[in-house]
């Protein structure tokens, strides 16, 4: 596998991820990502500029038996997000976030990032000039891709402090409201999953790396308190099986 390709692959399990307070990343093909810079504050499901209605409405949580006494998730979610449309034109005309264009072309042999939205407020430019929307964007991190091992991370933090301001205590930063909005078991897998990916940050040592090993530990705690709620409710559910079957007289 290419640097290249490590790269795309990476940004793709990045593309995975849901959770964080200032921005989200979509993936729009093997080659391509979408980064989404919230301008102020992280939109309402009813905000997000969705490609149609949403869906799921009141989605049923499970919940252990009164027996149990364990209450698996005893929230109710309003809304499940489809996916944005993720055309040059919608993004363009997104007012809520400021996207950017991640991409890793074969034949150009390192990845580059392209700004689809408030072109500009982020690029200043002449009253009578205009801003070649397909030139890419001047980085740092692009511009040491063939002397350093640049990960898709520090591209996204680059561009997350370039597109805030003032610039965020942590780029990375965990919404965890979030968290308390989805079923138990789908934040045992997201918390994982986001674990491993501030794992990769925390190991980068940026200027911010404090805050978020403090958010892996608070995750941490979140995560196997999750396993361990999960864990009693089955051996609870093994338990009034094995009753029912073999009811004592």
């Known amino acids: ?8 692959a990476d940004c793709m399990s990045v593309g995975a991820l849901r959770g964080f307070q200032h921005f989200s990343v979509y993936i729009r093909s093997r080659e391509e ?3 989404r810079v919230y301008r102020s504050r992280k939109p309402s499901t009813e905000e997000l500029p969705i ?16 027996e149990s006494k364990i209450t698996i998730a005893g929230a109710r979610t309003n809304t499940m997000e489809l996916p944005l449309d993720l055309s040059d034109r919608a993004l363009e ?13 074969p034949r150009y042999k390192c990845p580059y990032v392209w700004l689809r939205t408030d072109h500009q407020r982020l690029i200043a430019t002449a009253e009578n000039q205009s801003l ?8 740092e991190s692009i511009d040491c891709w063939r002397q350093f091992d640049i990960r898709p991370w520090d591209v996204l933090v680059e561009v997350i402090c370039t597109a805030l301001s003032p610039q965020p205590e942590n780029p990375f930063a965990i919404d965890y409201e979030y968290f308390e909005k989805i079923t138990i078991e789908e934040r045992v897998v997201s918390t994982g999953a986001i674990l491993e990916f501030l794992r990769r940050v925390y190991l980068r040592h940026y200027f911010f790396s404090d805050v978020v090993l403090a958010d892996i530990k608070k995750l941490q705690h979140q995560h196997f308190r999750d396993i361990n709620t999960l864990r009693e409710f089955q051996q609870n559910t093994v338990f009034r099986d094995a009753v029912s079957v073999h009811p004592q007289y």
């Open 1 to 8: 596998m290419t640097r290249l390709s490590q790269f795309m």
């Open 33 to 35: 990502i979408v980064l």
């Open 93 to 105: 005309t997104d007012t809520l976030g400021v996207n950017f264009l991640i991409a890793g072309y």
């Open 132 to 139: 070649e929307k397909d030139i890419p964007l001047r980085l």
């Open 51 to 66: 490609s149609s209605k949403t869906i799921y409405d009141h989605v049923d949580r499970i919940q252990a038996t009164e």
